[in-house]
T-cell receptor, first 111, second 112 residues
Framework: GEDVEQSLFLSVREGDSSVINCTYT??????LYWYKQEPGAGLQLLTYIFSNMDMKQDQRLTVLLNKKDKHLSLRIADTQTGDSAIYFC???????????FGKGTTLSVSS | SQTIHQWPATLVQPVGSPLSLECTVE??????LYWYRQAAGRGLQLLFYSVGIGQISSEVPQNLSASRPQDRQFILSSKKLLLSDSGFYLC???????????FGPGTRLLVL
């Protein structure tokens, strides 16, 4: 079935790079997504990558996609305390009607 | 620009009481609309989605229901709440890019 897996926690020090990893099962998704959820808030679309791309860079964010291994990662350079949040990886379902989300990775940034 | 609203922001309800959560979208027409639930410490679970007025698809069996009386309005309801219905309910709509979803601020529901 369709599934998205993520590690649950990541702890880094301010200024370091953070790498959040995700694996998915359905390779028919046109796009793969990273969402950010701050405490008590809804999900904010952080970035997305077209499934035919290997990499996408957007300021401090770098998304890497290994389609062969069905592995997606989000790298945050120079991580700040404001980056502390839950990060969700998501892919489209086979029917193209909805997104399938991982359980989210809680990123904790210490100063 | 498009915006999505949810209300109420927070709700405390007794077990067995009814529920009505509302979601509205502005600045777009004929969006696909979604209801998700996020239980404490867990990921997002898709509950319902709608591709048009009166068209509702249910993803999981439960005591919740959804309705779409207008193009940009999506309502989540229950006749009798259960303790297990507690959680954070998020509404989302599909944007111009295929599959990309934009989320509302959420409603936190506590059933006691």
């Amino acid at each position: 079935g369709e599934d998205v897996e993520q590690s649950l926690f990541l702890s880094v020090r301010e200024g370091d790079s953070s790498v959040i990893n995700c694996t998915y099962t359905d390779s028919s998704s046109t796009y793969l997504y990273w969402y950010k959820q701050e405490p008590g808030a809804g999900l904010q679309l952080l970035t997305y990558i077209f499934s035919n791309m290997d990499m996408k860079q957007d300021q401090r964010l770098t998304v890497l996609l290994n389609k062969k291994d069905k592995h997606l990662s989000l790298r945050i350079a120079d991580t700040q305390t404001g980056d502390s949040a839950i990060y969700f990886c998501a892919e489209g379902n086979q029917a193209g009607t909805a997104l399938i989300f991982g359980k989210g990775t809680t990123l904790s940034v210490s100063s | 620009s498009q915006t999505i609203h949810q209300w109420p922001a927070t709700l405390v309800q007794p077990v067995g009481s009814p529920l009505s959560l509302e979601c509205t979208v502005e600045g777009t027409s004929n969006p696909n609309l979604y209801w998700y639930r996020q239980a404490a410490g867990r990921g997002l679970q898709l509950l319902f989605y709608s591709v048009g007025i009166g068209q509702i698809s249910s993803e999981v069996p439960q005591n919740l229901s959804a309705s779409r009386p207008q193009d940009r309005q999506f309502i989540l309801s229950s006749k009798k709440l259960l303790l297990s219905d507690s959680g954070f309910y998020l509404c989302a709509w599909t944007g111009a890019i295929q599959e990309t979803q934009y989320f509302g601020p959420g409603t936190r529901l506590l059933v006691l």
